[in-house]
């Protein structure tokens, strides 16, 4: 069948045509999976351990815990922003601990050595709180 001399032409730039559209197409998703993955990169995984609080999707995982006397509690962050674990309430820190800015995957450990109520909170997120009651 003759084809015009064109047309061959416009159906050899088909190709690298479609190719470079798959690519833009590729990389816009991975450009909105990164952006998607801000708040809540679980990059290291792990089990939850019996001490350990998360702090996850922007809140600590549990918020509220019951423990006996000297046990020390362990927060890993596995949110891709920084937070803080911070003793006391939003604008009022206890000074009883703090870990200052965790980044994604910190950890920040803490023994309970007194029986009572602790509040604890973020300074960066002050909505973010959470409670340890040692008995
Ligand atoms: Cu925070």
């Known amino acids: ?3 015009p001399q064109s047309f061959k032409k416009s159906r050899i ?5 479609s190719v470079l559209f798959i690519l833009i197409v590729i990389s816009i998703s991975i450009i909105s999976g ?7 990169s679980n990059s290291t995984g792990g089990t939850q351990g019996a001490n350990d609080i998360f702090i996850q999707g922007m809140a600590f995982s549990p918020a509220s815990k019951t423990i006996s006397v000297g046990t020390t509690l362990k927060w890993t962050n596995k949110d891709g922003v920084n937070h803080t674990v911070t003793s006391g309430i939003p604008g009022v820190p206890s000074g009883l601990f703090d ?10 450990s803490f023994t309970f ?10 300074k960066i997120h ?6 340890i009651t040692v008995q």
């Open 1 to 3: 069948m003759y084809l």
């Open 34 to 40: 990164c952006s998607k993955n801000d708040y809540s």
């Open 126 to 131: 002050s909505s973010m709180t959470g409670t």
């Open 99 to 108: 870990s200052g800015n965790l980044s994604s995957n910190g950890t920040f």
């Open 13 to 17: 730039l088909l190709y690298p045509i």
């Open 113 to 122: 050595s007194q029986v009572g109520t602790f509040k604890f909170y973020c």
